[in-house]
């Protein structure tokens, strides 16, 4: 099977892009990229010490500029975005037409159960409001970003439902709805 030249996986933090883009690259034959890792090894800082110290803007123009450079190759790869990259035009309009995007959709429960001890994700940082727990005010941060970015996710090319799922069984399931796409 031959994608159009790249698969891009894009969704919520916690979803299973780069968990998932590992083993469906070895299915597909294609090399993996993880585009938040090759933005910390250029940067040689963390997405959080980046955030931290430049701002999201900055870190933003760093992954508009390293998608450009991963784009360049002339290899088949499936690459996972970071969380908020579909959000921006700049992106979405330069994985258009470079492969088939796949939305990788978690019900909030699961993607609070997967992200409530990381604290490599900066803009899940927040601070509780009065009255609130810390857990409440991560879902509650998960709920608002989840609302903001789903019209964006959702204007992919394929959605797969990675709740309550191994990796396995949303490989295999991810692997045919490539076939019958492409």
């Known amino acids: 099977m031959r994608l159009r030249k790249h698969g891009f996986l894009i969704g919520f933090s916690g979803s299973g892009k780069s968990t998932l883009g590992r083993v469906l690259a070895v299915k597909l034959g294609y090399r993996f990229v993880d585009l938040d890792g090759v933005i910390e090894k250029h940067a040689r800082q963390s997405i ?3 955030f931290a110290k430049k701002g999201e803007a900055a870190f933003r123009r760093l ?9 360049a190759s002339t290899r088949n790869q499936v690459i996972a975005l970071g969380g908020g990259a579909f959000e921006f035009a700049d992106i979405r309009n330069m994985v258009r037409g470079n492969g088939v995007t796949v939305f990788l959709s978690c019900s909030q429960r699961e993607l609070y159960r997967r992200l409530r001890n990381a604290g490599d994700r900066p803009l899940l940082e927040v601070r509780p409001r009065p009255g609130e727990t810390p857990t409440q005010a991560k879902i509650r941060r998960i709920r608002h970003l989840l ?4 019209a964006n996710y959702r204007a992919a090319d394929l959605i797969l439902s990675t709740t309550e799922k191994t990796v396995a069984q949303s490989a ?5 709805l490539l076939k019958n796409r492409l």
Do not use: G, N, P, Y
């Open 48 to 50: 959080a010490e980046i």
């Open 172 to 176: 295999r399931r991810l692997v045919r």
């Open 63 to 71: 992954e508009t500029t390293q998608l450009k450079r991963v784009l």
């Open 147 to 150: 609302k903001k970015r789903l």
